[in-house]
Structure formats: C-alpha cells, structure tokens
C-alpha cells in the first residue's frame, strides 16, 4: 500500500518542479491588435523573462533588407533603444548580436528562411553579449507586417512548463475509462449470453466473436504483429496508406457497434421498414450514414494538427472498445501466453532494436511517429523548427494523440503530443475483459476480478509515466502493464481458492468454420459445469 501512495505521489511533487526550453513567444501588438509567433532562443546565453507582464516591450524596426554583420548603411538613432529585424546569413550570430548591441538596439530578431536552430557562439562571445537574440521565421514577419500594418511594439518571452503536463492526466483518463468501458461490456454481453439460454449454465459463443483459446494460435498472431510491424518499417511511404484506409472502415464499423449498444439500452426505436422481402432499420441506417461520415471527416483532415486528434482519440477509443468485446481469451492460460509474448515484443521492439537500426531510433518509435514526421526536432539541448510550411506526413493511427496543454511555446513552433498506443490499451483490456467475464461465470456481484484487473493496470498506467518522466524518454508501456494485471489477477484468483477455475477458463463450445461444424471443448474432457460450480467460493 506504501509503494501504491508513493507511486500517486510522485506525480505531485513533479507538478512543483518547471524546465526552460529553448523555444519562446514573440508577442507583437499596437493600440488594437496583437499576436504571438514562435522563436527560438539561447536559454543559456539570452535569458528571457517568463512572463509575458514581465517582459519589456519595445518598438520594433524592421532592417530586413541588411544581414547586419557590419554597421554600413545604418544610422545609430533609428535603433537605438529599439528591437530590429535582420535577414539571417553572412555572419555569426554572435557578430550580429554584437553590432545591434554597438548601435544601441536593445533586442535582436534574425529572420529566416531556412531552418530555426537554436543560437550559440563560442564560450568567449557569450560574456559580450547582453541584449536578447532569438531566431524567427521570416514568413512570420511578413504576415505581421500585413496584419499590423504599421508601428509594431514587441514583446520575448519564454514561459516555462511542468515536467507533468496535464495531457498526461488526459491520456491516463482516456486509458483507464476505456479498459473499464471495454470490460464492462464484455461482462455484459457475457450475462446477456447466459441468461439467453435459459441459465442452463453452458453457453455459446456468439459467431460475431472471435475466441483465442489454443496457444499455437496465440503464437502465430504475435509473429503475424511482428512480421506487419517489420514490414511498416521498411515499407512505411506504401503500407501507411493501407492501414489509414483499414482504420477507417474499422472504426466506422466500431463507432456504429458502440452507439448501437447504447441506443438499445436506451431504448430508442429503430423504425423497421422492407424492400422487396428486405428488412431495414432506419435508426440503423442513420447511424451508419453518421459513423462513416465522421470516418471520412477524420481521413480527409487526418493531417490538421490543430483540432483532428479529438477525432481521432475518439474513433480510437470506439476501435478498442469494439475489439476488447469482439476479441475474447478463453482462459487465464491464454491470458499469460499472450500478454508475456506482447512483453518481449515490446521491450524488444523498443529497447534492442536501436542497437540494428541506421539512425539509431527503435522499430516502434519510427512506425509509430513516421520516419519523415515533420515539426519540432530537439537535440539534447538543442532545437530545430522548419522555418517554412512542411508538406505533411502520413502518420500510422494507431495511437491516443493529446497535445501539450503547457507547452505554449513549443505548440508555436510545432504541436507537440503526448501519445498512447492502442495496443497499451487493447492488450491489458483483453485480460481485463477476460476478468469480467469471469466475473458473470462465479456469479462475482462485487465483481473481485474486474475490479482489481482495472486498479492493477491504473498503477500500472502511473508507474509507466513515472518511470517516463524520469528518464526523460518513452517507455514500452507493456513492460508495466503486464506484470501489475498478470499478478493482481492471480494474486485474486489464489486468495480466493479459485486459480483452478480461474487457470482453464471458459466452458464455452466454440464454433468451428461453416465447413466442419462440430464443436470441440477448450476445457479437459471430463470437467463440467457442476464441479466449476462447486469450487466456487
């Protein structure tokens, strides 16, 4: 119990605790406008006020017809006290720097056309230099020459973030409700299952479902994932496009499935109707209209940062939902085999595959952001921002996007995310599913197995983003996930006498294909329904 308090703590005491960036907000205005645009400046060598009150403002002049490396063609009375505007190129920035400080200019402001890195200079040249020098994009300027259209006062300033920021919160909220959504569900359709055949006690399988219940199966799914992941790194700029198309219709399919299911609990009438011997449903009809148009909104805007990722979290967390209740593990067995082989795939994917990789980046990281994912790049202290529109890059969907509410600076330069993998969500949900079920079998009405499987993979989840924020570098998610859920489950299942139970799962009959349509058990001949029931405690 120690240990839990102190993993929730730990998130706290990081909330106190801010870093400075190297990017910074330009904040321009006259008596009726303003506006902010994205810089990039020496933390190190022109520290800038965190504020935006504390800032000093001054009127801005704009010299971009000079690169500045010299004092030629410059009157010292036009800039002095002011902030300038000059092309970059020719010079150092440091003697730029030095020749605006000469003429009395109080800030410097270097336009670029090309790509904003961070300014540096030898350590000798930091000591002379005291006004504020930052890097913008030319294109900036000019739009705020036609904007403002006149006198332009300015504003530097580099407001600092948390090293927890609240998109964390988000994910983590987006991440627990849907494992517990998707379980739920699960549970339900399982006691909607049994209670539709009478409570005989043997149930069978809805052929909508798909049940892994033999290990080879199980083994051959997880090379199939890795094999497709193999293939999306070398064969990234033709497949993503297959996989964008797959989403799509995937989650248009899981979005109707989802609103389907609470509209029938909601009652609401369905408005049959038929056509030459066919029947139809209007509420059926209508809803599947809406659920592909919101698929299509999603693929024809899928690169606009700004305001697609609400869309795309939100089919993402239809598409899981959907799968944790059409993909069913048969027993606990099943459970190990599978969430201890997606471990390795992910540590390994993650953490040794850099090792082969040219760029040193991971498999996963590279599939999962794309190789040519344009925006901010930081290199150790170090930044770079495309100082021109870039054209964008396809990105796989296959992950929860939220943005760096804190990082108003970096969003700026470029919207900076926070990401999840469906995989973190949909992995640990089987087994949370499976727990449900498990559940509705024992008659659980305080639902033990589920209840805990969701706390489990909760301080999972926690544990995760600690060790994240840390080391300062993503983690394989799975590598928590799996041990908390595997062990909480079966810490449950050995305190209540019922790992036996618990260990050979399910009494269902599975449904072979439509060619052979005998039943084969997936429990020991022999075993029945009233020795499960009574060893139930």
Not at 360 to 367: F, K, L, N, P, T
Request: aromatic share 10%.
């Amino acid at each position: 119990m120690e240990r839990a308090v102190g993993f929730l703590v730990l998130p706290l005491v990081f909330f106190a605790s801010q870093i400075n960036c190297q990017e910074a907000i330009l904040h321009i205005s006259n008596e009726s406008t303003n506006k902010e645009y994205c810089i990039v400046h020496n933390q190190s060598w022109t520290p800038l006020s965190q504020t935006l009150d504390d800032a000093l403002q001054y009127p801005l002049v704009n010299m971009t017809f000079t690169v500045l490396c010299n004092t030629s063609g410059v009157v010292p009375g036009v800039v002095k006290g002011k902030a300038l505007v000059v092309m970059r190129g020719d010079c150092d920035f440091s003697q730029k720097a030095l020749v605006a400080q000469s003429l009395g200019a109080t800030t410097l402001l270097i336009a670029s056309k090309t790509l904003l890195i961070t300014p540096s200079a030898n350590d000798s040249e930091y000591a002379k230099i005291s006004i504020p020098l930052a890097l913008m994009r030319y294109r900036d300027f000019i739009e705020a020459q036609q904007v403002f259209s006149g006198r332009m006062q300015v504003k530097l300033y580099a407001p600092p973030h948390p090293k927890i920021d609240a998109s964390i919160i988000v994910m983590l909220l987006i991440a627990i409700v849907t494992v517990a959504l998707g379980g739920f569900w699960s549970g339900t359709c399982e006691r909607d299952r049994m209670n539709g055949d009478g409570g005989g006690g043997e149930s069978k399988a809805d052929p909508k479902e798909l049940f892994l219940y033999s290990p080879l199966k199980v083994v051959i799914f997880v090379a199939m994932m890795c094999g497709m992941l193999v293939l999306m790194y070398f064969f990234y700029n033709i497949m993503v496009h297959f996989i964008i198309a797959i989403f799509c219709l995937a989650s248009a399919s899981a979005l109707f499935s989802c609103v389907d299911a609470v509209m029938e609990i909601l009652s609401c009438p369905s408005g049959s109707f038929s056509i030459k011997n066919y029947n139809f449903s209007v509420r059926s009809l209508i809803l599947a209209a809406v659920c592909i148009s919101i698929a299509v909104v999603w693929g024809v805007y899928r690169n606009e940062d700004r305001w697609i990722w609400i869309l795309q979290d939100f089919l993402g967390v239809a598409f899981c939902l959907n799968f944790m209740k059409t993909i069913s593990l048969s027993n606990f067995k099943i459970c190990v085999i599978l969430l201890s082989l997606l471990l390795v795939y992910d540590v390994f994917f993650v953490f040794i595959t850099p090792f082969f990789t040219k760029n040193g980046v991971s498999i996963m990281v590279q599939v999962a952001l794309g190789p040519d994912a344009s925006g901010e790049k930081t290199h150790g202290n170090m930044v770079e921002v495309p100082a021109e529109p870039q054209a964008p890059s396809e990105k796989l969907p296959v992950v929860m996007r939220v943005p760096r509410f804190s990082a108003w600076a970096q969003n700026l330069c470029g919207m900076q995310f926070s990401i999840l993998g469906y995989g973190d969500i949909i992995i640990p949900g089987l087994l949370v599913a499976y727990c449900s079920r498990f559940d509705v079998w024992i008659n659980s009405s305080r639902k033990i197995y589920f209840v805990s499987c969701c706390i489990a993979y909760l301080l999972g989840m926690i544990v995760t983003f600690a060790v994240m924020l840390l080391s300062g570098m993503g983690q394989p998610a799975l590598l928590y996930l799996v041990p908390f859920t595997l062990t909480a489950s079966a810490v449950v299942a050995a305190c209540r006498g019922e790992m036996r139970q618990f260990w050979a799962g399910t009494t269902y009959m599975v449904r072979r294909p439509v060619l052979d349509s005998s039943r084969e058990p997936l429990l020991p001949e022999g075993r029945t329904d009233g020795a499960l029931e009574g060893e139930v405690c």
